[in-house]
């Protein structure tokens, strides 16, 4: 199971990069947003980020809940591929 979903991010990621290469808008498919849609949907949506008692109210506890939530859906992403989705995240919704 675990494998398969590892596969079909993997098989997103290069569609990803096949889109840019070949001219399809690559701003609209960033690589942290792509990662996030795939693997962090299912307990929480966006809006998670932006109410009000929100849990985060750093970049250091950004990476940190990151890397935690990371974990708990058991994402392999590395180092590179985690603070991708930070900066998505940073970038739409948190603006550290
Ligand atoms: C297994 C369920 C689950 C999945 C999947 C999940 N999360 Fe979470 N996430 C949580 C829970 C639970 C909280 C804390 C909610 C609370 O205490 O109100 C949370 C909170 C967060 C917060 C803090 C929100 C705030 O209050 O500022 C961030 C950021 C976050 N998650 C990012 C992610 C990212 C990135 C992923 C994908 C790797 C992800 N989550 C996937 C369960 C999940």
């Given at each position: 199971m675990r494998q398969w979903r590892w596969l079909s991010m993997r098989c997103a990621v290069l569609l990803s990069i096949c889109l840019s290469v070949s001219g399809v808008s690559a701003a609209d498919l960033p690589y942290g947003k792509l990662l996030h849609d795939t693997e962090c949907?299912?307990?929480?949506?966006?809006t998670h980020y932006t109410?009000?008692?929100?849990?985060?109210?750093?970049l250091p506890e950004l990476r940190k809940r990151v890397a935690y939530c990371r974990d708990d859906v058991g994402a392999e992403w590395d180092a590179a591929e985690t603070e991708e989705v930070v900066q998505y995240l940073n970038t739409g919704y948190y603006r550290f």
């Open positions: 949907l299912t307990c929480h949506k966006e109410r009000q008692q929100r849990l985060v109210h750093s």
